[in-house]
C-alpha cells in the first residue's frame, strides 16, 4: 500500500499538523503509540515503507484521509481487493471508532463474498 502514497507528502503534512498543535513527537507518541524513531523517520521524508496501521492511525491523528495522499482510487494497487480497499477507508474514517470499522468492514467483505460469489455462478 505504501507504494501508491506519497510518503514525503504524507511526513510533511504530519510534521504541519504536530507543529500547529504544538506537540512534540514523544506526546504524538503518547496520543497514537507510533514510536518517536518512526514518527521522525516519516516527517523527515526517510520511511521508504509504512505498515498500513502506522499510515491508518496516523492519518486518523491527522484528521485526513489517505487519499489525499494518493491519487485516488485511481492508484490502488491493482492486486489490492475491493474488499481491502473499503477496509482501509473505513479504518481512515474519522468518525468512526476502531471497533465500528472493523466491524462493518467484516460486514462488507461477508456480503461483498457472498454476492460475488453469487454472481459468478448464475
Do not use: C
Not at 506526546?27 to 491508518?56: K, M
Not at 487519499?67 to 468512526?96: C, I, M, Y
Amino acid at each position: 500500500m505504501a507504494d501508491t502514497l506519497d510518503l514525503v507528502a504524507f511526513g510533511e503534512r504530519l510534521r504541519k499538523t504536530r507543529l500547529k498543535r504544538q506537540l512534540t513527537l514523544q506526546q504524538v507518541f503518547d496520543q497514537t503509540a507510533v514510536s518517536v524513531p518512526t514518527l521522525s523517520r516519516i516527517e523527515r521524508g526517510d520511511a521508504t515503507e509504512i505498515e498500513s496501521n502506522t499510515l491508518i492511525v496516523l492519518a486518523r491523528w491527522m484528521r485526513v484521509s489517505l487519499e489525499l495522499f494518493s491519487g485516488g482510487a485511481k492508484s490502488l494497487s491493482r492486486t489490492q481487493s475491493t474488499p481491502d480497499a473499503v477496509e482501509l477507508h473505513l479504518r481512515a474514517d474519522k468518525n468512526l471508532n476502531p471497533q465500528t470499522a472493523v466491524a462493518l468492514a467484516k460486514m462488507f467483505r461477508a456480503a461483498y463474498d457472498e454476492l460475488a460469489g453469487k454472481m459468478s455462478k448464475g
